[in-house]
């Protein structure tokens, strides 16, 4: 049986976008993911496209090995034609964590109407940096997340004040554009997900 709840939603995004946002281990892929395959949607993870091609610049790979941004030029170079991409016409698009660091906001948003998947929401998971580094712990114990460098205990400080000092500017962009849903990233997953269902249903009935 459809859920209703989930159906409503995709009415009212139709063919446009979600961007969730998080500190690391948040839990944003398990989001996206669930997110995804609940409203028929693509997943187009930035930190993903810059892990997995094979022609990224030498020193692009090397800032993202270490939990560096990408410099903004090249980031957008590398990222914002995926929005464009043929094989996501006139489905909703998921994007995990697209346009990180402050002054990439106005660039995403472009590329995503450009892309007929305007964003409609921003998703915020919120979290206490005590539980992202048990979670980092834990996930390290279960080897559940591959062979990612930027994982590594010496580099996960350097991802927190990337976030904070690059990142957190972008929540507040988007809060300023009342675009903002904030949701306790420290639940567990399923409760997480109830959440932001929940929240979507109240930001889309005030925002159709």
């Excluded at 690391?24 to 187009?44: H, M």
């Excluded at 990408?70 to 016409?89: G, H, N, R």
């Excluded at 712990?137 to 559940?144: G, I, Y």
């Amino acid at each position: 049986m459809d859920n209703p709840e989930v159906e409503k939603i995709k009415k009212w995004l139709g063919t446009g976008s979600i961007n969730i946002f998080g500190w690391p281990f948040s839990g944003k892929d398990t989001q996206g993911k669930r997110l995804a395959e609940l409203f028929g949607a693509s997943l187009i993870g930035g930190g993903e496209i810059l892990r997995s091609r094979e022609d990224i610049p030498e020193h692009v790979r090397k800032a993202v090995d270490v939990g560096d941004l990408v410099p903004t030029d090249e980031y957008l170079q590398i990222v914002s034609p995926y929005l464009a991409k043929q094989e996501y016409v006139g489905r909703p698009v998921v994007l995990s964590s697209v346009g990180r660091w402050h002054g990439e906001e106005q660039a995403v948003l472009d590329a995503a109407t450009n892309g007929k998947h305007p964003i409609k929401a921003v998703i915020y998971l919120m979290l206490d940096k005590t539980v992202a580094n048990e979670r980092a712990k834990n996930s390290k114990r279960a080897a559940d997340r591959g062979q990612r460098a930027d994982d590594a205990a010496v580099y996960l400080q350097n991802r927190y004040k990337e976030f904070e000092n690059k990142t957190l500017p972008v929540i507040d962009f988007y809060r300023q554009k009342g675009l903002l849903v904030e949701v306790d990233g420290s639940l567990p997953p399923d409760e997480v997900t109830e959440q932001i269902i929940s929240k979507l249903v109240s930001f889309s009935t005030g925002n159709n």
